[in-house]
Antibody, heavy 127, light 106 residues
Framework: QVTLKESGPVLVKPTETVTLTCTVS??????????VSWIRQPPGKALEWLAH???????SYSTSLKSRLTISKDTSKSQVVLTVTDMDPVDTATYFC???????????????????WGTGTTVTVSS | DIQMTQSPSSLSASVGDTVTITCRAS??????LNWYQQKVGEAPKVLVY???SLQRGVPSRFSGSGSGTDFTLTISTLQPEDFATYFC????????FGQGTTVDIK
């Protein structure tokens, strides 16, 4: 059974750096057809993709948040870590991690989608 | 970045209705489009990927279509468990989500 579990602080102060950890089970972070993505959702608002990382360490970041995000993985620990610097109250949200699957269509290419999600961890930014 | 615009933002429907949700991309994204369903207090769940491929285990009343810039998610014969919020997502470049469409009970 594939599961992902997010963990991190519940409350952080403005300007602080937050580190969020996604611990996965049921699949390997070294699987070439899979990756892990971070997504967040402010209360009552839409989903926002933040970053993702693949087995070959290929990373991608949201353009608007790129300067504040770092994603990394520890395959031996089955963990993907996202750090967000300079937190602000507008960063208050539920942060989800999700497994990325690749659907291969020859010769078109790879179609990615997020097929298993964690339950999310809520981070509140307040002084 | 590619902007994804969903319409309508919300709709009211009855059990048994057919519902259509539209997603428009600000530039062509070929078929790099996914649809997710999210219920209150839960994580999203993928319904359709690559614009028209139904995820395993998703009921066949859900279907996706489109390519380029215009896409639709159709729910035929709406069931009580389908009242939720639906998001489209493009994975062509710098992934982005639409703002969501909430389907509630009329």
């Amino acid at each position: 059974q594939v599961t992902l579990k997010e963990s991190g602080p519940v409350l952080v102060k403005p300007t602080e750096t937050v580190t969020l950890t996604c611990t996965v089970s049921g699949f390997s972070l070294s699987n070439p057809l899979m990756g892990v993505s971070w997504i967040r959702q402010p209360p009552g608002k839409a989903l926002e993709w933040l970053a993702h990382i693949f087995s070959n360490d290929e990373r991608s970041y949201s353009t608007s948040l790129k300067s504040r995000l770092t994603i990394s993985k520890d395959t031996s620990k089955s963990q993907v870590v996202l750090t967000v610097t300079d937190m602000d109250p507008v960063d208050t949200a539920t942060y989800f991690c999700a497994r990325i699957r690749a659907h291969i269509v020859v010769p078109t290419g790879y179609y990615y989608y997020m097929d298993v999600w964690g339950t999310g961890t809520t981070v509140t930014v307040s002084s | 970045d590619i902007q994804m615009t969903q319409s309508p933002s919300s709709l009211s429907a009855s059990v048994g209705d057919t519902v259509t949700i539209t997603c428009r991309a600000s530039q062509s994204i070929s078929s790099y489009l996914n649809w997710y369903q999210q219920k209150v207090g839960e994580a999203p769940k993928v319904l359709v990927y690559a614009a028209s491929s139904l995820q395993r285990g998703v009921p066949s009343r859900f279907s996706g279509s489109g390519s380029g810039t215009d896409f639709t998610l159709t729910i035929s014969t709406l069931q009580p468990e389908d009242f939720a919020t639906y998001f489209c997502q493009q994975t062509y470049s710098m992934w982005t989500f639409g703002q969501g469409t909430t389907v509630d009970i009329k």
